[in-house]
């Protein structure tokens, strides 16, 4: 069977393609088109409320690197609130969608294709602020890669510099059996996005959308702890962790995790 270039491909056995170059393939350009659906830019900026603006002001960061611009809702909605920012992302189908998409909003994104293992290849300045988004950090498969990544972040932070990052809640879909709900990040109507496969090394999702079509994503399922520990290793000071905004969610099984990791010193208390 010969697939043409507006389909995924993922060879006769789906669950076997666990490789972190592969995301090159996965957003092809009709799945990016769709994004946009999936996302519904009003329900999501009414979900996430002030928490990201919040947050990047309470830590006094102005300039932003956005590495995960997807189709550019984050860039958009940091822009609007009078940060600086810098838009990236490793498939230039993405980008070139965000930078019409914030062009339409009268906006223009400052944009870089690059990939996160060689971040400080393309990007050449220091940042206040890394936000990595949208369960982005996922698509790296391999501990070395995610190290890699974590370390060019870390590089190109200012030496009191915050990393945002998000990612879905695997341990509750691994250990509990629990499907997210998308109340925070994907709200768009008749979509849905659920979990096809899970194992601990993958995490086949599913997106379905209202005229029928079906496109998926092969990511690796990170906990939260595993998350946490590479921060610290890389060399981020201190990590705190919310559940959908919240930094108290034992109530509930939160949809997503969103880690912000401090790279300022922080000496240990001689108590």
Request: glycine share 6%; hydrophobic share 30%.
């Amino acid at each position: 069977m010969t697939y043409s270039p507006a389909q995924q491909d993922y060879g006769q056995d789906p669950l076997s393609v666990r490789d972190t170059d592969k995301y090159k393939e996965e957003y092809v350009h009709s799945f990016v088109e769709k994004w946009d659906e999936l996302i519904d830019w009003e329900g999501r900026a009414q979900a996430e409320g002030d928490f990201f603006i919040r947050t990047l002001k309470e830590h006094g960061a102005e300039k932003v690197l956005d590495v995960a611009t997807g189709t550019g809702f984050h860039s958009v909605q940091l822009l609007k609130a009078g940060f600086e920012v810098t838009s990236a992302d490793g498939s230039p189908e993405m980008l070139a969608r965000a930078f019409n998409n914030a062009r339409k909003r009268g906006h223009i994104l400052r944009t870089i294709h690059a990939d996160w293992r060689w971040l400080n290849r393309d990007v050449h300045d220091l940042y206040d602020a890394v936000i990595c988004l949208g369960n982005s950090f996922t698509h790296l498969h391999d501990e070395k890669d995610r190290r890699k990544a974590l370390a060019e972040y870390y590089a190109t932070l200012r030496h009191d510099g915050i990393l945002i990052l998000d990612q879905r809640n695997y341990d509750a879909i691994l250990d509990k059996q629990i499907e997210p709900t998308h109340n925070y990040y994907y709200c768009g109507e008749d979509v849905s996005a659920s979990p096809e496969y899970v194992d601990d090394s993958l995490a086949r999702f599913r997106y379905r959308f209202s005229d029928g079509s079906t496109y998926h994503l092969n990511m690796f399922p990170l906990r939260k702890n595993y998350t946490q520990r590479l921060m610290q290793e890389v060399g981020f000071q201190r990590v705190t962790t919310y559940g959908d905004f919240k930094e108290t969610y034992r109530e509930h099984e939160p949809d997503f995790f969103i880690h912000v990791a401090e790279k300022r010193y922080i000496p240990e208390d001689p108590q």
